[in-house]
């Protein structure tokens, strides 16, 4: 039984009424009770990603479109022309269940780019087969890197370049047509 659902009695009951007032609390605690699962469900479904599609996008300063990747998995990386050391790097990150992403491992053509430019401290190892760069490291786990979106400079120098599993790699620094070379690098569902 509901909470005072029992007889209504004593001075002031209006006899009659009473199923209507109780249908009323009773659609009203409904309604509250749907209204809360309803918003759960909402905040669930953010946090997973809901039902639409995720995918990197990368927009200029004024939120123009210059690329979309649909993600198939939950990884990505951008890869890039490290401008001390003029070799290839990649930053590749890992999307998090609410859409944010946070960097998870570094990979370069030179030991040196991962031991100095980066300054990690563990020791950088070879590859895995396959992989585009030789040698790889975690991050500096004391300063844990997640983002809700990132701006990078997608300049003819640096040639940032986006790699998504599945899809071919995205070459962001010639998509880049304007005299701001900055971009902003963001996980959108659709």
């Known amino acids: ?23 009323r609390r009773l ?12 918003a759960a469900g909402g905040v669930v479904a953010v946090a997973t990603g809901g039902e639409g599609e995720q995918a990197v996008t990368v927009r200029g300063p004024e ?13 990505f ?19 998090l269940p609410d859409g944010r992403f946070e960097l998870v491992e570094l ?11 980066y300054a990690v401290p563990g020791a950088p190892r070879p590859s895995p087969p396959g992989d585009r760069l030789p040698f790889v490291v975690e ?7 997640v983002f809700d ?5 997608a300049t003819d120098l640096g040639e940032r370049t986006l790699f998504v599993p599945g899809s071919d790699p995205v ?3 010639q998509r880049v047509v304007t005299e701001d070379p900055s971009v902003i690098l963001d996980i959108e569902e659709s």
Do not use: F
């Not at 053509?109 to 991962?114: I, S, W």
């Not at 979106?149 to 400079?153: K, P, V």
């Open 1 to 23: 039984m509901l909470p005072g659902a029992g007889p209504w009695s004593g001075p002031g009951s209006r006899g009659s009424s009473r199923p209507l007032l109780v249908r």
């Open 27 to 38: 659609l009203i605690g409904m309604l509250a009770l749907l209204a809360a699962i309803a």
């Open 63 to 75: 939120g123009e479109l210059i690329a979309r990747v649909p993600l198939d998995g939950d990884t």
């Open 77 to 95: 990386a951008v890869g890039y022309r490290n401008s001390i050391y003029r070799t290839l790097a990649e930053e590749r990150y890992r999307v």
């Open 107 to 117: 990979a370069a053509e030179q030991v040196a780019v991962l031991e100095e430019y």
């Open 139 to 145: 991050p500096d786990p004391s300063r844990p890197a």
């Open 149 to 153: 979106d990132l701006h990078i400079a």
């Open 171 to 173: 070459p962001i620094w």
